[in-house]
């Protein structure tokens, strides 16, 4: 700890290899007996000690700065960090019983939780693809028994906030429309069709990328039936004409089962092409591929028994500076004063907002990331399993790192090694999890409920992969930590460590040499003799 | 007489016994072995740091060049730096002698 202390603070003081330097020196003038015995607490102590009088010197003094390293240098680390990476490659392949299991631990478990965090970030945390969406709310009705939020309104209840309310920039109004269908390989099929109030694209901040937005002659009865199609419709079923403003949709007022309820029967004129990026409804497994314009009818403007039809979704965007709360109030208070006037038509219900990120993913929200806390943790057990799993291969291999650090291999270099076969085992770790969490994200897609929001959404793209790496990165870290703590590379066999220095340079490359290749180990004085031979016959 | 330019030592006083030691030391000269040849030579404490500091100096002077050695096992695998004169620092170590050799001619009923 002490000598690691005295190194980070030389190297920040001198650079590292003067720093390398200065230990070695410190290391010598302690064995020599020249400070506190060796390897005692005193010891630690007083290499700080010096290290701190060497820094505190270079600063003071102003003659020493920490170099840049070379380009010789940095070739030379490139270089030695290239034959870290060979000999992981050569370590893992000796050992294919070990590969193969902590491969498929990490695949498995990195798959997993990349294919999870894949679903949970779509649906969950992701924001809503529109333009300052924190402002954008539901407006609904809270019945104060339960607490239960209804998002679904009668006409009469939106024409009055929009007429009482002034914490809104825009408010709208909207209902699923059915009936609208078109020929595709000569089958009919049915498009999700949207008919939304006047304000609508004002709240989500949408404009058509071909042609017009709705006019306010559009949201007049009986005028002229019009209809902006998806991008998405354009290329399908237009084959991307540039020249489709003015050609028809057809629909038919058929009332089918499970569909919705359908709008009038007849043709509609496309005005537009919606963007690419506009996708509205969020929560919906399919895109809409057809909006029209919604008037309020007559019957259900005014507060009527019979003609009450909970059928509306109303969204707002909130004016600048308003907060959820404030609109809240607002809203409950409009709602408190109709319901003076009408006690028989709001009963127990009062006016409420919310946050729209938090209707399409509250109902959600804790399940996911229960399930993402779940996995995660299952994460981390796998990666403790393979810390202990290169633990007793460390463990087995003590005897290597023993011969290397007689070789003048530095703790340091030691460790990288081993950080370097930890981290290429999660690298390939993750790239088979990531070919398992394409695969598990389309049985997710496909095994997750229809209905769960923005399910559609859900793909493997930049910042799950950014997670999947982050992922490996730390899995091999944490992988390597436990070995890396426990290796004992200072500690070398009696005999060893004055043989192998006795060698000539050649004598030493052609170990490393041997180490790298996997030669098998005879014991090391047998080892060192038989290098120096070969050495001396070949010079 | 040294010409006016020359008056002042191109080295100081410590910088001139550790340049000695280095010179005497020839291959041989680091840190430690420089700092127990002035030890042993002027029978005083010399610490590390001021030793190290020195040398870094002298180097920056262009009076000395290091290299470092092959890591050895008693150091920890870390290799030694060894420094040498250069021929630049061999004249100002000459230049600097001959100087105090000026001065304290004459001297020497008073010095001892």
């Given at each position: 700890m002490m000598t690691r202390l005295a190194a980070m603070l030389l190297e920040r003081a001198v650079g590292a290899e003067c720093a390398r330097s200065i230990l070695g020196d410190l290391e010598e003038d302690l064995a020599r007996g020249r400070g506190p015995r060796w390897a005692s607490r005193a010891a630690g102590v007083w290499l700080l000690w010096e290290a701190i009088a060497h820094a505190a010197s270079a600063r003071w003094d102003g003659a020493v700065r920490p170099s840049r390293p070379t380009r010789a240098r940095r070739r030379l680390e490139v270089t030695t960090m290239w034959y870290d990476v060979r000999d992981a490659i050569r370590s893992l392949r000796s050992a294919p019983l070990f590969t193969m299991v902590a491969l498929l631990v990490l695949s498995l478990t990195i798959g997993a939780s990349t294919a999870i965090f894949s679903v949970v970030d779509a649906v969950v945390l992701r924001a809503l693809p529109y333009d300052e969406p924190h402002q954008l709310v539901q407006v609904g009705t809270i019945d104060r028994r339960t607490g239960q939020f209804d998002t679904y309104q009668p006409a009469q209840n939106f024409t009055d906030w929009v007429a009482r309310q002034d914490v809104f920039t825009s408010i709208a109004a909207t209902t699923a429309a059915g009936g609208f269908t078109v020929s595709e390989n000569g089958v009919a099929k049915d498009l999700a069709a949207l008919q939304v109030t006047v304000g609508y694209f004002d709240v989500y901040r949408g404009s058509p990328q071909i042609g017009r937005p709705f006019s306010d002659g559009d949201y007049r009865e009986h005028s002229a039936r019009v209809a902006l199609i998806s991008e998405s419709l354009w290329r399908r079923h237009f084959g991307a004409d540039p020249d489709v403003i003015g050609r028809t949709l057809r629909s038919t007022a058929e009332l089918r089962y499970g569909a919705p309820f359908p709008v009038d029967a007849g043709t509609w004129t496309i005005i537009g092409v919606m963007p690419r990026s506009f996708r509205s409804p969020v929560s919906g497994l399919r895109h809409t591929d057809v909006w029209v314009p919604y008037v309020v009818p007559r019957s259900q403007q005014a507060r009527g028994v019979d003609d009450r039809r909970d059928n509306l979704e109303v969204t707002a965007r909130l004016a600048d500076g308003v907060t959820i709360e404030r609109a809240d109030a607002h809203v409950r208070a409009i709602t408190a004063s109709l319901a003076h006037a009408h006690?028989?038509?709001?009963?127990e219900e009062i006016g409420a907002v919310r946050s729209l990120h938090e209707a399409t993913v509250g109902i959600v929200r804790a399940w996911m990331l229960l399930l993402l806390g779940a996995v995660g943790v299952v994460l981390l057990i796998a990666s403790v399993s393979v810390a202990h799993l290169m633990l007793a291969r460390a463990t087995a291999r003590g005897h290597e790192m023993q011969i290397r650090a007689a070789l003048g291999a530095s703790r340091w270099r030691v460790a990288r090694a081993q950080l370097v076969e930890s981290l290429m085992l999660s690298t390939a770790g993750t790239l088979v999890g990531l070919l398992l969490a394409v695969w598990g994200i389309n049985v997710l897609r496909a095994a997750l409920p229809e209905g769960l929001p923005r399910i559609s959404t859900v793909a493997l793209d930049v910042r799950v992969l950014a997670v999947a790496a982050l992922t490996s990165v730390v899995t091999g870290w944490r992988s390597a930590s436990r070995p890396r703590c426990s290796s004992r590379a200072r500690e070398q066999p009696a005999g060893c460590a004055p043989a192998a220095a006795a060698l000539p340079p050649e004598a030493r490359a052609c170990a490393r040499r041997s180490l790298s290749l996997r030669l098998p180990w005879p014991s090391c004085s047998r080892w060192a003799r038989a290098c120096s031979c070969r050495v001396s016959s070949v010079s | 007489m040294l010409p006016r330019s020359r008056l002042s030592p191109p080295l100081r006083d410590f910088e001139l016994v550790v340049m000695l030691a280095v010179l005497g030391l020839r291959e041989e000269a680091y840190p430690l072995s420089i700092r127990d040849a002035i030890e042993e030579r002027s029978g005083r404490k010399v610490s590390r740091a001021s030793v190290f500091i020195t040398l870094e100096r002298l180097e920056r002077k262009g009076f000395a060049r290091s290299r470092y050695g092959d890591p050895t096992p008693v150091r920890g695998g870390r290799a030694k730096r060894f420094f040498r004169a250069t021929p630049r620092g061999t004249a100002a170590t000459r230049e600097t002698l001959h100087l105090m050799h000026a001065m304290t001619a004459g001297l020497e009923e008073i010095l001892g």
């Open positions: 006690p028989t038509w709001f009963g | -």
